[in-house]
């Protein structure tokens, strides 16, 4: 199986950067994309974004577009996800998760690091 491990999570000032990192280890030879799921406080989770790890395609939500990038580093199966114009809604629990080509869900998770934006 795979193993996720989230780091880079703090407490920041609105407007502040922050760069969270993920670390995949494992059986990651099936992976074919990676994500970053966020849960805010008394909300349910959400989809932040994803790449995929051959051609780096992207994509993210709409309420980060713009403001957060996420990246990759194949040879050394991390993700990244930088974080700018950090705003107080974007607090929440960040989720690092990948997917395997066959699988219509997301399959492994990362525990997950607090992302806190004070105003």
């Known amino acids: 199986q795979v193993q996720l491990v989230e780091s880079g999570g703090g407490l920041v000032q609105a407007g502040d950067s922050l760069r969270l990192s993920c670390a995949a280890s494992?059986?990651?030879?099936?992976?074919?994309?990676m994500g970053w799921f966020r849960q805010p406080p008394e909300k349910e989770r959400e989809f932040v974004a994803a790449i995929r790890w051959s051609g780096g395609s992207t994509r993210y939500a709409d309420s980060v577009k713009g403001r957060f990038t996420i990246s990759r580093d194949n040879a050394k199966n991390t993700v990244g996800l930088e974080m700018n114009m950090l705003k107080p809604e974007d607090t929440a629990v960040y989720y690092c998760t990948t997917r395997n080509v066959l699988s219509p869900s997301w399959n492994y998770w990362g525990k997950g690091t607090l992302v806190t934006v004070s105003s």
């Open positions: 494992g059986r990651t030879f099936s992976s074919y994309e």
